[in-house]
């Protein structure tokens, strides 16, 4: 299995605002990557992570709403930039080991006013 | 990918087995079928995951028939921590699929006592 931590656990922002979440893993892990999940849907991929490499975002992502760090290989950060109450969600990290499953951080509630 | 379907809610009484069955019609021969839960205010936690025929853990058992169209989440004597939304995958967290996971609606179980 795997630890998995993020900061903050919850937030409130005033729209405009940015906000950084963090994610600090046990141990190294090649492969990590942010959801998020909006009130009473699904999780939905932002972006993959991988140390070494500019991170990958899925259609309806881009990289100066959501700018990813991935400085070493347990931890990483997401950025929330000029956030809007539709910013207001669920923010999780997960990261792939033992082979193919998936581990999931405990996620940042988030509400944008 | 395959695509799955699976019921959006399902109840149950403590105590009772529960079984959540999900249909993937487009499997492909190498994809794996792999179920995830969640609790409220929790990232998505890793249940069981199988190929064919019949996958048993300790928390649950996974019954595929030969055509493998569809498969089945078996929940024995539920309590009511396991109220949770279950989630079925198919061909997801892999290296074809890059390891990151397309979620769908996922099965809202309530287990009342």
């Known amino acids: 299995s795997a630890v998995i931590s993020q900061k903050p656990s919850r937030d409130i922002c005033q729209r405009g605002t940015s906000l950084t979440i963090q994610c600090q893993v046990d141990?190294?892990?090649?492969?990590m990557f942010w959801y998020r999940q909006q009130p009473g849907q699904s999780l939905t991929l932002i972006a993959t992570a991988n140390q070494g490499s500019e991170a990958t975002y899925e259609s309806g992502f881009v990289i100066d709403k959501f700018p990813i760090s991935r400085p070493n290989l347990t931890f990483s950060t997401l950025t929330v930039s000029n956030m809007s109450p539709e910013d207001s969600s669920i923010y999780l990290c997960?990261?792939?080991?033992?082979?193919?499953?998936?581990?999931f951080g405990p996620g940042t509630r988030l509400l944008v006013l | 990918l395959a695509k799955t379907t699976q019921p959006i809610s399902m109840d149950s009484y403590e105590g009772q087995e529960v079984n959540i069955t999900c249909s993937h019609n487009?499997?492909?021969?190498?994809?794996?079928i792999t179920w995830y839960q969640q609790f409220p205010s929790q990232g998505p936690r890793f249940i069981i995951q199988?190929?064919?025929t019949k996958v048993t853990n300790e928390v649950a058992s996974l019954f595929i028939p030969a055509d493998r169209k569809s498969s089945t989440l078996s929940l024995p004597r539920v309590s009511l921590s396991d109220t949770a939304v279950y989630y079925c995958l198919v061909g997801e967290g892999n290296s074809n699929s890059g390891y990151a996971l397309n979620f769908g609606k996922g099965t809202s179980l309530l287990v009342t006592p």
């Open positions: 487009n499997i492909a021969t190498n994809d794996y």
């Open positions: 997960s990261v792939v080991r033992g082979g193919e499953t998936q581990y």
């Open positions: 141990s190294q892990v090649t492969m």
């Open positions: 199988g190929y064919k």
